[in-house]
T-cell receptor, first 112, second 116 residues
Framework: ELKVEQNPLFLSMQEGKNYTIYCNYS?????LYWYRQDPGKSLESLFV?????AVKQEGRLMASLDTKARLSTLHITAAVHDLSATYFC????????????FGTGTRLTIIP | DTGVSQDPRHKITKRGQNVTFRCDPI?????LYWYRQTLGQGPEFLTY????????KSRLLSDRFSAERPKGSFSTLEIQRTEQGDSAMYLC??????????????FGPGTRLLVL
């Protein structure tokens, strides 16, 4: 059974600081996704990572994938309050965007 | 360009009642997915459709749950004889289903179900 673990589960950080969220998964996967969820809202797609060594950046967020280590990271640079949200990674076992297995999420709070 | 829509957004029901949720995917998206999310957890896969064909169902989807996508467009998720443990956010997502390299799933706003 595929398991996806994120850490930390909760993260409070000051504005302007850098931090990294980690996502480990238990079996070989073709694709890894990062989503953002604001309280009471649905999920917003951030990144799709498709190959070993893939790196994608959007604004203050950068995601990377190491398929050999079964590890993805989401790095936050110079955090701002607008980035406060819950971040989920999700893994697709089968090439073809079928069912996603999500991690438990990291609730990020940016403190002024 | 409208996104995935779901109706109703909130539903309160009494234990034992039946409920039905509707999902309208993004136009021309062939794949439609249902997930369930409980408080503090990530979404859990329930089922998905390729056009009108239901291709996979999770073990979470007990006999009380049924999903349809009759014409390959909108989908319904019905829960019969609801139980308090069914209280959750039910999320629908869609994707083009063309196998595109960067293909992702686009999520709707969800239907929050509370079973009393």
């Amino acid at each position: 059974e595929l398991k996806v673990e994120q850490n930390p589960l909760f993260l409070s950080m000051q504005e302007g600081k850098n931090y990294t969220i980690y996502c480990n998964y238990s079996t070989t996967s073709d694709r890894l996704y990062w989503y953002r969820q604001d309280p009471g809202k649905s999920l917003e797609s951030l990144f799709v990572l498709l190959s070993n060594g893939a790196v994608k950046q959007e604004g203050r967020l950068m995601a990377s994938l190491d398929t050999k280590a079964r590890l993805s990271t989401l790095h936050i640079t110079a955090a701002v309050h607008d980035l406060s949200a819950t971040y989920f990674c999700a893994v697709d076992r089968n090439f073809g965007n079928e069912k996603l297995t999500f991690g438990t999420g990291t609730r990020l709070t940016i403190i002024p | 360009d409208t996104g995935v829509s779901q109706d109703p957004r909130h539903k309160i029901t009494k234990r034992g009642q039946n409920v039905t949720f509707r999902c309208d995917p993004i136009s021309e998206h062939n794949r439609l997915y249902w997930y369930r999310q409980t408080l503090g957890q990530g979404p859990e896969f329930l089922t998905y459709f390729q056009n009108e064909a239901q291709l996979e169902k999770s073990r979470l989807l007990s006999d009380r749950f049924s999903a349809e996508r009759p014409k390959g467009s909108f989908s319904t998720l019905e829960i019969q004889r609801t139980e308090q443990g069914d209280s959750a956010m039910y999320l629908c997502a869609s994707s083009p289903g063309a196998g595109g390299y960067q293909e992702t799933q686009y999520f709707g706003p969800g239907t929050r179900l509370l079973v009393l």
